[in-house]
């Protein structure tokens, strides 16, 4: 199957900080990637969607202005959690699809804010 | 709102038993449906998908599911607990009344006893 990941794995960091989650698509062209968070026994919630070279679109209650997404090519996409606070730390997880719809999951960040 | 609900939150079996995992769908047109799993600290890996073809999907690992359209349901199955198998199954859908966004139930964790 599609291979996606993401960088870092995990991460800590202080609060006020900003961090930013790379998403990568390696053996197929993702022309829609989608950014979910997970809190501890949850299910997945998605954040946001992005196209290649357009603006992400969010889903109601996520500021876009703490979770910026740019999707700068079709295997590229980042989230930056920007001046985080601990409740930003969640498990973080991305999936991409190509041309046959299926969305493929990275193996997820998890953040820590201290 | 269009939900996907999977029935019981933890489901433990035997090793070498039957593993039965319940989803079950509210829209009125049948979606595209999909049985995620996910070990602990890492992304969701598909196992099988229905796209209106043949109701029975088999998956891998040999786990398959049975689309029933009266009963909108999409119930996972395993012949035989591995081990291996315990970790949290995700039922999704994704269809015109849900956003065409894939929707996730809240997850069954599933446990394999030896």
């Known amino acids: 199957g599609a291979v996606v990941s993401q960088h870092p794995s995990w991460v800590i960091c202080k609060s006020g900080t900003s961090v930013k989650i790379e998403c990568r698509s390696l053996d197929f062209q993702a022309t829609t990637m989608f950014w979910y968070r997970q809190f501890p026994k949850q299910s997945l919630m998605l954040m946001a969607t992005?196209?290649?070279?357009?603006?992400?679109?969010?889903e109601q209650g996520v500021e876009k202005d703490k979770f910026l997404i740019n999707h700068a090519s079709l295997t590229l996409s980042t989230l930056t959690v920007t001046s985080a606070h601990p409740e930003d730390s969640s498990f973080y997880i991305c999936?991409?699809?190509?041309?046959?719809?299926?969305?493929?999951f990275g193996p997820g960040t998890r953040l820590l804010v201290l | 709102a269009q939900s996907v609900t999977q029935l019981g939150s933890h489901v433990s079996v035997s090793e070498g038993a039957l593993v039965l995992l319940r989803c079950n769908y509210s829209s009125s047109v049948p979606p595209y449906l999909f049985w995620y799993v996910q070990y602990p600290n890492q992304g969701l890996q598909l196992l099988l998908k229905?796209?209106?073809?043949?109701?029975l999907v088999k998956g891998i690992n040999g786990f398959e599911a049975e689309f029933k359209k009266s009963e909108t349901s999409f119930h996972l199955t395993k012949p035989s607990a591995h081990m291996s198998d315990a970790a949290e199954y995700f039922c999704a859908v994704r269809g015109m009344e849900y956003g065409n966004k894939l929707v996730f139930g809240a997850g069954t964790i599933l446990r394999v006893k030896s």
């Open positions: 992005s196209n290649e070279g357009s603006k992400a679109t969010y």
């Open positions: 229905y796209t209106s073809a043949a109701t």
């Open positions: 999936s991409a699809t190509g041309q046959r719809e299926t969305q493929y």
